[in-house]
């Protein structure tokens, strides 16, 4: 009789910590444990390339990650995923490669996997791969909205919306956000992003300062942003559930 190995405790306790590996059966999150590795996110680290193949997928469980687009006029955001989702989500779809630069915007940690033991593992259970789809509708929802918040809404409560964004997926009022990724998150040039933060910070929402953010009064934040913040939290919630902290 073939015994079948367990993953450590250790891994599969903090994988959880990751909400789309919780959201797992306890098989499926075996299974997918036992080809886990640990990994740091540095701030500007690039996860995969434009048109390149994906070798790996990512599950955070702190910090945060951009899939940014660069075109010849410019470099914008085009989604984020942090301890609720996965990076690599073209395998899922069947897809090897990208248009769009995965890099981390925020310093972490993650659970990674090779891209082949992910593919071998999803082929293998329907219910894992149903999981992960309803992941991918929510990312997919999550861009809708941000298309629409960025033509419908002020650079003021949008740039709320992406600091209160950030500020789930760390630990602490306090995260490194430079002009650069803020004018990748909010589709402008960074004069504006320095306007726009100026504003929150003699709001006394925030305290900016040489590339720092510190939420000084969070629940002002979020009365300046736009509703597309909570529309896309709630989202998530209800299809891949949520993260308490």
Same mark, same amino acid.
């Given at each position: 009789?073939?015994?079948?190995?367990?993953?450590?405790?250790?891994?599969?306790?903090?994988?959880?910590?990751?909400?789309?590996?919780?959201?797992?059966?306890?098989?499926?999150?075996?299974?997918?444990?036992?080809? +886990?590795?640990?990994?740091?996110? /540095?701030?500007?680290?690039?996860?995969?390339?434009?048109?390149?193949?994906?070798?790996? #997928? &990512?599950?955070?469980?702190? $910090?945060?990650?951009?899939?940014? =687009?660069?075109?010849?006029? $410019?470099?914008?955001?085009?989604?984020? #995923?942090g301890f609720e989702g996965m990076v690599g989500m073209p395998l899922l779809l069947h897809g090897s490669s990208a248009p769009t630069r995965a890099l981390v915007q925020v310093d972490g940690?993650?659970? /990674?996997?090779?891209?082949?033991?992910?593919?071998?593992?999803?082929?293998?259970?329907?219910?894992?791969?149903?999981?992960?789809?309803?992941?991918? +509708?929510?990312?997919?929802?999550?861009?809708?909205?941000?298309?629409?918040?960025?033509?419908?809404?002020?650079?003021?409560?949008?740039?709320?919306?992406?600091?209160?964004?950030? =500020?789930?997926? #760390?630990?602490?009022?306090?995260?490194?956000?430079?002009?650069?990724?803020?004018?990748?998150?909010?589709?402008? =040039?960074?004069p504006a992003v320095t306007l726009a933060a100026g504003v929150l910070q003699k709001a006394g929402y925030i305290h900016y300062s040489r590339g720092r953010i510190i939420v000084t009064d /969070?629940?002002?934040?979020?009365?300046?942003?736009?509703?597309? &913040?909570?529309?896309?939290?709630?989202?998530?919630?209800?299809?891949?559930?949520?993260?308490?902290?």
């Open positions: 009789m073939t015994l079948k190995m367990k993953p450590p405790q250790s891994v599969t306790r903090s994988a959880t910590d990751n909400t789309l590996l919780a959201s797992l059966t306890p098989d499926d999150l075996a299974q997918i444990c036992m080809e +886990l590795e640990h990994v740091h996110l /540095r701030v500007h680290e690039v996860l995969y390339e434009p048109g390149e193949e994906i070798d790996y #997928v &990512y599950f955070p469980i702190s $910090g945060c990650v951009s899939m940014v =687009h660069a075109t010849g006029t $410019g470099t914008v955001e085009v989604g984020t #995923v940690e993650a659970y /990674r996997m090779a891209a082949a033991a992910f593919l071998r593992i999803v082929a293998m259970s329907d219910s894992a791969y149903r999981v992960l789809l309803r992941f991918a +509708l929510a990312f997919f929802n999550q861009v809708a909205q941000s298309v629409a918040c960025n033509r419908l809404h002020s650079l003021e409560e949008r740039c709320a919306r992406w600091l209160l964004i950030t =500020h789930d997926r #760390v630990e602490g009022d306090e995260f490194r956000l430079t002009q650069e990724f803020l004018s990748f998150m909010l589709g402008v =040039h960074r /969070r629940a002002g934040l979020e009365g300046a942003s736009c509703a597309c &913040y909570q529309a896309t939290r709630d989202d998530y919630a209800e299809l891949i559930g949520s993260r308490s902290g």
